[in-house]
């Protein structure tokens, strides 16, 4: 399942990232790399943009590169 597919109020482990280049350079520098805790606070009505939390920050990802990031 993709982070797009996460619900709200849920917990996700990160399985793979996806993609390459600049777009998942962009994703690791906010800290969502393998293994990592991602806990979904808000989905916008219209899925754009995805607001999670990882290791502390509040992080607002765009629908395009949550469906770049495979969790569990």
């Known amino acids: 399942m993709t982070l797009k597919e996460a ?3 849920q917990t996700v482990k990160v399985l793979k990232l ?3 280049g600049a777009v998942k350079r962009r994703i690791m520098d906010m800290g ?3 293994g990592e805790d991602i806990f979904v606070r808000r989905v ?3 899925g754009d943009p995805v ?3 990882v290791r502390g920050y509040e992080l607002s990802l765009r629908k395009a590169d949550s469906e770049m990031i495979i969790v569990v």
Do not use: D, F
Request: net charge neutral; glycine share 14%; no cysteine.
């Open 7 to 9: 619900k709200v109020g």
């Open 18 to 20: 996806e993609g390459s």
């Open 32 to 34: 969502i790399t393998k």
């Open 44 to 46: 916008a009505p219209l």
């Open 51 to 53: 607001e999670i939390t």
